[in-house]
């Protein structure tokens, strides 16, 4: 009996820790990508620098939010609460080559890419 309890108990144990880990995520070096759900989980969205001018304000698509990403751009970029990268709202800027956010402290809306 303690051993089936001892089994089931580390089975559940293996179980959440396995659950509870985001796994890695799908962008490529030289893009931007955002998830509609936090650990790079559900609908995704890419940019990368044929697709966003830099200091350009980027609306991500219509009805996309974004709520975990990914800054693979050689740039820092800004991501905003407000679609239309207002200041007035929630703002953070992260460098490139390599920034992931799993779980973003707002919910994104609009990007814009830095000049070198």
């Known amino acids: 009996m303690k051993i089936t ?3 089931a108990a580390l089975t559940l144990l ?6 509870a ?7 490529d070096r030289g893009e931007f990508c955002v998830w509609s759900a936090k650990d790079y989980a559900d609908r995704s969205h890419r940019l990368d620098l044929e697709t ?13 939010t974004a709520r975990s990403f990914a800054n693979l ?13 207002s ?5 953070t800027t992260y460098p490139g080559r390599g920034t992931y956010v799993p779980d973003a402290p707002f919910v994104v809306r609009a990007v814009q890419v830095w000049e070198p």
């Open 5 to 7: 309890a001892l089994a």
């Open 14 to 19: 293996t179980t959440g820790t396995a659950a």
């Open 21 to 27: 880990t985001p796994s890695a995520p799908a962008c």
């Open 52 to 64: 966003a001018n830099p200091r350009e304000c980027i609306p991500l698509p219509d009805g996309f």
């Open 73 to 85: 751009l050689n740039r820092d970029t800004s991501v905003f609460q407000s679609a239309t990268c």
């Open 87 to 91: 200041t007035e709202a929630d703002f």
